[in-house]
T-cell receptor, first 114, second 112 residues
Framework: GENVEQHPSTLSVQEGDSAVIKCTYS??????FPWYKQELGKRPQLIID?????GEKKDQRIAVTLNKTAKHFSLHITETQPEDSAVYFC?????????????FGKGTHLIIQP | KAGVTQTPRYLIKTRGQQVTLSCSPI?????VSWYQQTPGQGLQFLFE???????NKGNFPGRFSGRQFSNSRSEMNVSTLELGDSALYLC???????????FGDGTRLSIL
C-alpha cells in the first residue's frame, strides 16, 4: 500500500517569513495530493490540493508543487501570519481520494513566532 | 450549506462494549469515508462508502464495520472495544468518489 513521509515534524518560522513542508510518497499510481490544516481541537480543513497532471497550484499565499518523477510534493506558505499556526497534513491517494482512501503523513506542527 | 455532522461528539465506553458512531454528510455528497486519528498512528483510513456500498477498507480488524443508508448518512460500529480503540474518529464526505473530502468535527471515543 501507499506510504507517505512528511518532514519536518515541527517547523518554527518568524511571522512574515516563508514556510515549506515536504512529503514523499511510495505508490507511483497515486494521483491526488491534498493538504489539510488542523487547528487544536478542530477538524482537518482542506486548504489546497493538486492532481498528478499538474506540477504546481497556487491559492493566494499557499502553493503546492508536485514532482511525479521523484514522488514528492511540497506545501509553500508565504508571508506567514499568526493564524497559520496549526498542524499541517499531506496525503496521497489514487483517483480523488475516495476509492482507496487518503494515506496521510504524520503531520507538521507549524509555529509562527511573532 | 451545513458541513459534515458527526454525533455524538464525545463518548466514554468500557472494554468489551460496542459503540455506534453517526455521520451526516454535506447535502448532496454521496461518498463517505471514515478515519481514525491517534497521537501515535496519526490519521488512518478505515473505510469508504458510496451508494450504500463499501468500496474500500483500510487495515483494521473486523471489529470495525460500517454502513451507509440511502440518504448517504453513514454509521460505523466498533464491537468488543479495546483500550487501543481510544481515538478521534473522523468522517469525511465528498460529492463523488473522485472529489475532495471534507471532514466533520469527529467523535472523541475514550475507552476505560
Amino acid at each position: 500500500g501507499e506510504n507517505v513521509e512528511q518532514h519536518p515534524s515541527t517547523l518554527s518560522v518568524q511571522e512574515g517569513d516563508s514556510a515549506v513542508i515536504k512529503c514523499t510518497y511510495s505508490d507511483s499510481a497515486s494521483n491526488y495530493f491534498p493538504w489539510y490544516k488542523q487547528e487544536l481541537g478542530k477538524r482537518p480543513q482542506l486548504i489546497i490540493d493538486i492532481r498528478s497532471n499538474v506540477g504546481e497550484k497556487k491559492d493566494q499565499r499557499i502553493a503546492v508543487t508536485l514532482n511525479k518523477t521523484a514522488k514528492h510534493f511540497s506545501l509553500h506558505i508565504t508571508e506567514t501570519q499568526p493564524e497559520d499556526s496549526a498542524v499541517y497534513f499531506c496525503a496521497a491517494s489514487r483517483v480523488g481520494g475516495g476509492a482507496d482512501g487518503l494515506t496521510f503523513g504524520k503531520g507538521t506542527h507549524l509555529i509562527i513566532q511573532p | 450549506k451545513a458541513g459534515v455532522t458527526q454525533t455524538p461528539r464525545y463518548l466514554i465506553k468500557t472494554r468489551g462494549q460496542q459503540v455506534t458512531l453517526s455521520c451526516s454528510p454535506i447535502s448532496g455528497h454521496r461518498s463517505v469515508s471514515w478515519y481514525q486519528q491517534t497521537p501515535g498512528q496519526g490519521l488512518q483510513f478505515l473505510f469508504e462508502y458510496f451508494s450504500e456500498t463499501q468500496r474500500n477498507k483500510g487495515n483494521f480488524p473486523g471489529r470495525f464495520s460500517g454502513r451507509q443508508f440511502s440518504n448517504s448518512r453513514s454509521e460505523m460500529n466498533v464491537s468488543t472495544l479495546e483500550l487501543g480503540d481510544s481515538a478521534l474518529y473522523l468522517c469525511a464526505s465528498s460529492l463523488w468518489v473522485d472529489q475532495p473530502q471534507h471532514f466533520g468535527d469527529g467523535t472523541r471515543l475514550s475507552i476505560l
